[in-house]
């Protein structure tokens, strides 16, 4: 949908402020803006066709609503199911906290497991913020190995700093 940064990575853009109020400060007002932003963007960029509308889960020691809300009012949107297939089960320290090189062990240390049965199952996953794409490739590793047959990403915003890059 958006940058974090502005292009010059040094500056945050009106999303960037609005997701770090959401995430940070847990800001009723900037959780329900993006929700209802994301829900927009994403029933007219995707089709859903019959698919399991699956948040990212975030790290236990740092609950993310919004994440939960964004795929929620997707799969009100759709009609379709919005189900926690997933879960992770370690604590990690954010990604934008991290080297880009040590981005895809962190991925994995989070210990994402499925907890149904998903073989033959459409799944459109959701996440806030991608840095480098390393939760996405593994969380889809974890779907794909459950049996995911198809499988999509929206999420609400690319987040790259020149100081991390």
Do not use: C
Not at 22 to 49: M, N, Q, Y
Not at 104 to 113: K, M, Q, V
Request: negative net charge; hydrophobic residues 45%.
């Amino acid at each position: 949908m958006g940058a974090v940064w502005n292009q010059a990575g040094t500056e945050r853009t009106e999303l960037g402020q609005l997701l770090a109020r959401a995430k940070d400060d847990h800001d009723e007002v900037a959780i329900a803006t993006l929700s209802e932003r994301f829900v927009e963007w994403g029933s007219i960029w995707a089709d859903p066709g019959d698919a399991l509308v699956i948040p990212v889960p975030a790290s236990p020691d740092r609950p993310n609503v919004l994440v939960e809300r964004m795929a929620a009012g997707l799969a009100q949107r759709w009609g379709v199911t919005t189900e926690t297939f997933l879960v992770r089960h370690n604590v990690t320290p954010r990604m934008r906290d991290i080297a880009p090189a040590d981005r895809a062990a962190l991925a994995r240390a989070a210990g994402y497991e499925t907890t149904g049965s998903l073989v033959g199952a459409s799944v459109m996953l959701v996440d806030d913020v991608m840095v480098t794409g390393a939760t996405l490739h593994q969380v889809a590793r974890v779907l794909q190995a459950a049996g995911v047959s198809s499988l999509q990403a929206l999420v609400l915003a690319r987040s790259q700093r020149r100081d991390m890059a």
